[in-house]
């Protein structure tokens, strides 16, 4: 089956990575949606993220990846580390940028760069724990004609990570951790707030049986 796949990529090279890795990249908001808020799932915040992917962050990593080897070939450290370089400082930052200011322009926000403001810097940093060990091994021991499908397998996560940050975050990664490991006390009282609606139908079903 990874033979068949790899043929596929290998025959179908732009189609396959970036429709894998827009689709990986939308599945990040799903995740950060389904643990947020999974009763009130929020389709068209799933839908803007696609968009964003597939238009821009999907094409412009396959273009990019190849343009950074054409101009610095082969896995050599030096290569690598010229790659790795300009990936975070060039690419990184827009790619950032433009997730921030596209979904806030599909959404019809009156500033669209409000999230950019506030937020652009401690995401970068945070990138900056993340990205550069990821493209690292997808520079030094991935193949150029998968390169897009690995790095949205770490979009997946970095995606989950962004839309969190987007919609209650402040781009950091102190942040995103107390949302997925929050404190006792915080948790008993998000569980009770969940059974509080569960609850109160229980109740009146109660009271209409009992009249």
């Known amino acids: 089956m990874l033979q068949a796949f790899l043929r596929h990529v290998r025959r179908f090279p732009w189609v396959t990575n970036v429709t894998l890795y827009g689709c990986l990249f939308a599945g990040g908001d799903?995740?950060?949606q389904w643990f947020s808020a999974r009763d009130r799932m929020d389709w068209r915040q799933t839908r803007n993220v696609a968009v964003v992917a597939f238009t821009f962050h999907g094409?412009?990593?396959f273009f990019w990846m190849r343009l950074l080897e054409r101009r610095f070939p082969g896995n050599s450290a030096g290569m690598v580390m010229r790659k790795l370089f300009l990936?975070?400082?060039?690419?990184?930052?827009?790619a950032t940028s433009v997730f921030y200011t596209g979904v806030s322009f599909?959404?019809?926000?009156?500033?669209?760069?409000e999230d950019w403001r506030e937020k652009f810097l401690n995401t970068y940093k945070t990138g900056l724990m993340f990205?550069?060990?990821m493209q690292l091994l997808n520079f030094a021991l991935v193949p150029l004609y998968v390169r897009t499908t690995f790095t949205g397998c770490c979009a997946f996560v970095w995606a989950t990570f962004l839309c969190f940050?987007?919609?209650t975050g402040d781009g950091t990664?102190?942040?995103a951790l107390a949302w997925m490991f929050p404190?006792?006390?915080?948790?008993?009282?998000?569980?009770?707030e969940k059974a509080e609606p569960k609850l109160q139908v229980e109740q009146a079903a109660a009271s209409r049986n009992g009249k």
Do not use: C
């Open 30 to 32: 799903l995740v950060h």
């Open 59 to 61: 094409n412009f990593n």
């Open 87 to 94: 990936d975070q400082t060039t690419a990184a930052p827009l």
């Open 106 to 113: 599909l959404e019809g926000k009156e500033d669209i760069l």
């Open 131 to 133: 990205w550069p060990f």
């Open 165 to 167: 940050s987007r919609q």
């Open 173 to 175: 990664a102190g942040a």
């Open 183 to 192: 404190p006792k006390e915080d948790a008993a009282e998000q569980a009770k």
